[in-house]
């Protein structure tokens, strides 16, 4: 692999924001939470998705080599804007450019951290950096239009045995600002990574956006639900499934009902009884989809909370050239896992220092909804 950083990368320009342990609690962005900006199958989508209601425009664009961005592949952003979040919360800086190991990202999600996980999250971080998106939202009356892609760039470092040591990437400005921005982030249930399809977990950010904790919940019709999800199915297969998920209640915090009015078909999404328990130690401990339960880490808290040096990952003039490696598998994490990587918890090279381990551093009811508009879901 190359050891020169590239000319015009933006990672010349920016400070990075070195993650330590990975530990936050699991925060959402609204903008992303109900508006449909990834695919919800798990086989390779390249037919686009376009989108509009009222003056919110969405259009995303994948490409054939690698397809569209997923909402499994979402988790990593789910985890880029909890970091974000946490360190802010504490004062410290943050940045676009972040930096980290793929078991601190992975143990965050719930994941497993084989070598086939690894391979899968380099498919998830293609998927994200090749899908295009234009979008209307956030713009004012002069700039209408934002064009981006979920990352910008990315790259890995590797031993010569192959094992992946750190990893880091840029995010959009988009997407920045819309985490930094603290009434457009909020708090979502860690058992959200255990939802296994892909339509259940996009009703999962559309309750938690729109619901919130209100008493009386909220109401959508079917027809509209399909038409905010982007979903390529029928309307009629939409609602099958839809139905079926209102049979087995998965959603963390939220019961779904069916009801009817007339010939149109409605989903009431309404928050379930409060648990007395705090909801991170309610829930079971997270799994992966279709694999055994994974616990979290066990890793002390983040030592993003010091104010002290952060680590540096490669000298300045040794950081690898772009990674545009994709895996042939289309699903983020979904594979059945191949044992624990000899990589676990690998540390990064400082200079001067050796290999550095940063586990171990100290450091009332609403009327029917005809079209989009926010909800009342509190963080």
Known sequence: ?????????????????????????????????????????????????????????????????????????????????????????????????????????????????????????????????STSIRTTIRNDSRWRRHQFSWINEWEELTRQDGCVEGMEFVLPDWFYRGVIDRSLVLSIDPAYFRLKGGIERWLYRVARKHAGRQPGGWLFEIRHLHHKSGSLARVSDFALQVRRIALRQPLPGYRLRIEREGPRELLRILPAPQSPTPVDSAVDPIGRSHAATVGRSNAALSGDRTQKPQLSLWPETAIPALNLESNNKNNFLLGPGTGENSCRGAGFREPGRGFVNPLQETRTELPLVSKDKDGAGNE
Do not use: C
């Open 1 to 129: 692999m190359s050891l020169h950083r590239l000319s015009g990368s933006e990672r010349q320009k920016l400070d990075p924001f070195i993650i330590a342990t990975g530990d936050a609690s699991p925060r959402d962005q609204r903008d992303l939470m109900e508006r449909p900006f990834f695919s919800l199958t798990k086989s390779r989508r390249i037919t686009p998705i376009l989108y509009e209601a009222g003056n919110v425009r969405v259009e995303v664009f994948a490409v054939a080599d690698h397809g569209m961005a997923t909402i499994w592949d979402a988790d990593i952003l789910i985890w880029a804007a909890s970091q974000i979040v946490e360190a802010e919360n504490l004062g410290l800086r943050t940045s676009r450019f972040l930096r980290f190991t793929p078991y601190q990202l992975l143990t965050a999600i719930g994941r497993r951290t084989g070598a086939s996980d690894y391979k899968l999250l380099k498919g998830a971080l293609t998927r994200l950096q």
